[in-house]
């Protein structure tokens, strides 16, 4: 499912189905979910074993990812990454620092925004404007959910770049619904980039065994991605 949705060159691992036996971690890592219930340990463990791979077939030994200042995964040198979980599904994604700038990733049920009120807190007029019509010609996606999902993605692939927060009226989602894509502009000065201020982001969405998948893949400036064939483990 994930390889739909990046390009050549990235390593992608990801895990459906129930919780596995929650995997090792190194020292520095567990430390960091001391006190946490046993679902968050697993889940946070797990998205790690997936990133451990996906590293190892990039040629990177296995060491630890820990987390900076909002929490987001802190990767070994050479490396951009991201990782993702709800219920029933996990994974990660790595590259070379020298083929992508950076990367996001987000996975959500493909169900509804869970509460009323959520969509005025994560949607714009503008985009509200363009769900309600795709809501009635295409009800088997959770449009709604999938805006939050880009915008996850979005601020995923964001903040390495900035270390700033990105609210969620912060940018505008269009949606391609044929050819699976999306566009992010940015409401706020965007991140420098090659001597390039990014206005927007573009990414890729799909719906597939009950789960959406987003995914932003910003390539390096310096040249065109590496084009080593896609990596992918799956465990059902």
């Given amino acids: 499912m994930i ?4 390009p050549a060159g990235v390593a ?8 596995l036996p929650t995997p090792s971690l190194f020292a520095q890592e ?3 979910v001391e006190g946490a ?3 968050r340990r697993s889940d946070f463990a797990t998205v790690r074993a997936c990133a451990r791979q996906a590293m190892g077939r990039l040629g990177f030994p296995p060491a630890p ?6 929490g987001e995964p802190l990767w070994p040198p050479g490396l951009v990454g991201s990782m993702t979980h709800c219920d029933g599904y996990r994974a990660a994604v790595v590259a070379r620092s020298g083929d992508m700038t950076s990367l996001g990733v987000d996975a959500e049920v493909n169900e509804p925004l869970p509460r009323e009120g959520m969509l005025a807190i994560v949607t ?12 009635e010609r295409r009800p088997d996606v959770a449009w709604d959910r999938l805006v939050f999902s880009a915008k996850e993605s979005v ?3 964001w903040y390495p770049l900035t270390g700033l927060w990105l609210d969620f009226q912060e940018a505008v989602i269009t949606v391609d619904p044929d050819a699976c894509t999306f566009t992010a502009r940015l409401l706020v000065p965007g991140p420098v980039v090659g001597d390039v201020r ?3 982001f573009t990414g890729r969405w799909t719906v597939q065994r009950g789960f959406l998948v987003t995914a932003i893949a910003l390539a390096a400036p310096s040249r065109e991605p590496t084009r080593h064939p896609p990596s992918l483990t799956t465990v059902s």
């Fill in 3 to 6: 390889t739909d949705v990046f």
């Fill in 12 to 19: 992608a691992v990801e895990v459906f189905g129930a919780p």
């Fill in 30 to 32: 567990a430390r960091l």
């Fill in 37 to 39: 219930v046993e679902r």
């Fill in 65 to 70: 990812i820990l987390r900076g200042p909002r």
């Fill in 124 to 135: 714009t007029a503008e985009e509200r404007a363009w769900l309600a019509p795709l809501i």
């Fill in 155 to 157: 601020y995923k692939a």
């Fill in 198 to 200: 990014l206005t927007h």
